[in-house]
């Protein structure tokens, strides 16, 4: 497959729980991008990565959340003390260079009980 | 904190018919708009962009509209078919690249056949 995919495609947990979401890019995609999507809502931003580095990471709500893109491909979420609030469409996408289309994947739906 | 905004949550269209979208901006420094359609369950799939220097841009089926003095952006879908049926989102970039998108809050278009 081409495309960007993201797993799990769902995933529930318990409030307080440590989460791990993984995004595979495109291959050669230099720009990695998270998005938190809720229901009914555009999605919005988290981080960006230029390679390994992240080049803007403003949009992380808290210190709850943070993401690695140790070897410049392959990207993971990790929410700490999941909360309710956390539930939503985690998206992410990638981008041959910041300059360039982004290709979204298709998310994973994280559920917070 | 400045945004993105829709006029219309849901616009119902006939088939064949063209359908408008509409939406509101209202950072004046944004230099670069973008249209995005995710159908359910998918992430979001780009259409068109255009650069605040231009007032039109054309692509197959779509033309999106960029009124910079009343920060309007539309996008219009001419002979609207069923396979357009999605949410649409507009979204922009305070620079002509991709790595901050802020997305407004979407538009759903349901097409009658």
């Known amino acids: ?113 | 904190g400045e945004s993105v905004g829709l006029h219309l949550p849901t616009l119902s269209v006939q088939e064949g018919d063209n359908s408008i979208i509409n939406c509101a901006y209202s950072n004046s420094a944004s230099d670069y708009f973008i249209w995005y359609k995710q159908e359910s369950g998918k992430g979001p799939q780009f259409i068109i962009d255009i650069r605040s220097n231009m007032d039109k841009r054309q692509g197959q089926r779509v033309t999106v509209l960029l009124n910079k003095t009343v920060k309007h952006l539309s996008l219009q879908i001419a002979a609207t078919q069923p396979g357009d049926s999605a949410v649409y989102f507009c979204a922009e970039s305070p620079e002509t690249s991709y790595d901050k998108v802020i997305f407004g809050p979407g538009t759903s278009l349901s097409v009658i056949p």
């Open chain 1, 1 to 113: 497959g081409a495309g960007v995919s993201q797993t799990p495609s769902n995933k529930v947990t318990e409030k307080g729980k440590y989460v791990e979401l993984r995004c595979d890019p495109i291959s050669g995609h230099t720009a990695l991008y998270w998005y938190r999507q809720s229901l009914g809502q555009g999605p919005e931003f988290l981080i960006y990565f230029q390679g390994t580095g992240a080049a803007d990471d403003s949009g992380l709500p808290n210190d709850r959340f943070f993401a690695v893109r140790p070897e410049g491909s392959v990207s993971t979420l990790k929410i700490q003390r999941t909360e309710r609030g956390d539930s939503a469409v985690y998206l992410c996408a990638s981008s041959f260079t910041k300059d360039n289309e982004q290709f979204f994947g298709p998310g994973t739906r994280l559920t917070v009980l």
